[in-house]
């Protein structure tokens, strides 16, 4: 009946689809801001998620004594009261009877009344609580985490705001006929023949609640999942290979394009230098061998081993030559290294 009630509520209130009613009246003091549930699909047929309670909070999951210092604000929510007709041909009408077990013979329907009165809502301060959580860790050797990181349909959430009752609450059920006058017991003794159940529980009960899920690393390092597209879960060590595998190949990648382009720019400069000399024989004849112009010599011959050129060999492709000419400097190098065609030309043309 409890339960009902709290579906009925959270299906009247809302709330975009993000509250979860209660599912029981015993395990009400565990769905408190900050505690932590276990949330699990039932199975393919039956698209909602089942939550369960745990009797642990966010800061025993942690690494370390220090307290989560995030704030819990409070605020009235509204005045609820409901009375509604229920068939008993339906899942709801099936649910209640079953739980109650409430005298149906000649009934159609069930009437249920619900009184929370004013119920008020606590939610935690999400901005402060993520600002701390970057620094902490997840303890893998707790129980819980233990239990959880071995079921693969198992996501660990943190409620982040609860709903609760102001006073004393009341739940009542009434059998009969539809369209005949509601009419409500609360006690036993003025129902001889078990038509009408009531319950009633005490203040401050949560009678629902919302859950952020934690997505939890390897290196105990955990997200809260703000958003309804993230998920949560537990990192596996096959998709951390995977990811890892993912960014060395697109480092790789990246590198290789690098080297390509330098080679393509290198190369595009060589042909515009090299087509330039080919393409004016008159004007660039051998100036090496007319009189007054620097001399091509072998620099082996002076004990100077063979190099890059000082044209063509600056690129990724190291082309060396072991000639040169000591006429000219670079760098306070007394000599340069030049390929004997066509570099040495082209030097001594550029340098003109």
Request: net charge positive.
């Amino acid at each position: 009946m409890f339960a009902a009630a709290t579906k009925s509520f959270v299906k009247q209130v809302g709330d975009g689809g993000r509250l979860v009613p209660v599912p029981s009246l015993s395990e009400a003091d565990r769905y408190q801001p900050l505690s932590l549930v276990v949330k699990k699909k039932r199975c393919f047929l039956f698209p909602r998620y089942k939550f369960t309670s745990t009797p642990f909070t966010l800061k025993d999951i942690l690494l370390g004594d220090r307290e989560i210092s995030a704030g819990i604000s409070s605020y009235q929510l509204l005045n609820y009261e409901d009375e509604s007709d229920v068939s008993l041909y339906g899942r709801r009408g099936n649910h209640i009877v079953n739980d109650v077990g409430i005298n149906i013979t000649g009934s159609d329907s069930i009437a249920v009344k619900a009184s929370f009165g004013v119920v008020t809502k606590h939610e935690v301060e999400v901005s402060t609580l993520l600002n701390e959580i970057t620094t902490r860790k997840i303890n893998f050797d707790h129980s819980l985490i233990r239990q959880s990181r071995s079921s693969r349909k198992a996501v660990l959430c943190v409620v982040m705001e609860s709903i609760r009752t102001t006073r004393q609450c009341s739940l009542s059920v009434h059998a009969g006929i539809r369209g005949e006058a509601m009419r409500f017991h609360f006690m036993d003794e003025q129902n001889p023949k078990g038509r009408d159940k009531a319950i009633v529980f005490p203040a401050h009960t949560t009678i629902a609640f919302s859950v952020f899920e934690l997505f939890i690393y390897l290196d105990g390092a955990f997200d809260l999942c703000v958003t309804s597209v993230s998920k949560g879960g537990f990192e596996r060590e096959e998709t951390a290979t995977f990811a890892l595998l993912y960014r060395l190949r697109n480092i790789l990648f990246e590198r290789n394009r690098r080297v390509m382009d330098a080679i393509s720019r290198s190369q595009l400069y060589l042909d515009d230098l090299f087509s330039d000399y080919y393409d004016k024989p008159l004007s660039m004849s051998d100036i090496s061998l007319k009189e007054g112009t620097h001399i091509r010599v072998n620099l082996l011959n002076h004990n100077i081993p063979k190099g890059p050129c000082i044209l063509c060999g600056m690129g990724n492709f190291k082309r060396e030559t072991v000639y040169g000419c000591f006429q000219c400097s670079v760098d306070g190098q007394k000599y340069v290294r030049l390929h004997a065609v066509p570099c040495f030309d082209i030097w001594h043309k550029r340098m003109k």
